[in-house]
């Protein structure tokens, strides 16, 4: 998770091609470990990759098993800060980036907007 220090949250949209949660917005990083690469570096590579944010410290906040009908994933929670003046970019992975305030999350949850997992983090976060 992204956030500022104001606690605006970074989300992701998720392209409508993907076959799990199409044109969601969720956490503005995630993705899977390849073979034989450290959580750690998993991380900094799928940052890079989806958001393009370099150089970031992150905070451990949670481990969970997150189970759908779709797959069973061990999903490792992490959060760093980030200035107002921090850039990103969006790319095929991801179709838009936007702030979020937790006022604006609050009042849209269980609408359909965000991913069943997003929602569930989001208590993890406070």
């Not at 393009?52 to 994933?73: H, M």
């Amino acid at each position: 998770h992204v956030l500022k220090r104001d606690g605006s949250i970074l989300l992701q949209k998720r392209p409508e091609n993907k076959e799990i949660q199409p044109g969601k917005w969720d956490t503005a990083v995630g993705g899977h470990v390849s073979f034989g690469e450290s959580i750690e570096k998993a991380l900094q590579r799928e940052t890079l990759e989806e958001i393009g944010l370099k150089d970031f410290k992150v905070i451990p906040v949670q481990q969970y098993t997150w189970k759908t009908d779709i797959e069973t994933e061990r999903v490792f929670m992490f959060a760093c800060f980030v200035d107002d003046n921090q850039r990103f970019k969006t790319t095929d992975e991801v179709s838009d980036l936007r702030w979020w305030s937790r006022k604006e999350i609050q009042r849209n949850l269980g609408k359909g907007i965000f991913t069943p997992n997003f929602e569930h983090e989001l208590d993890m976060l406070k």
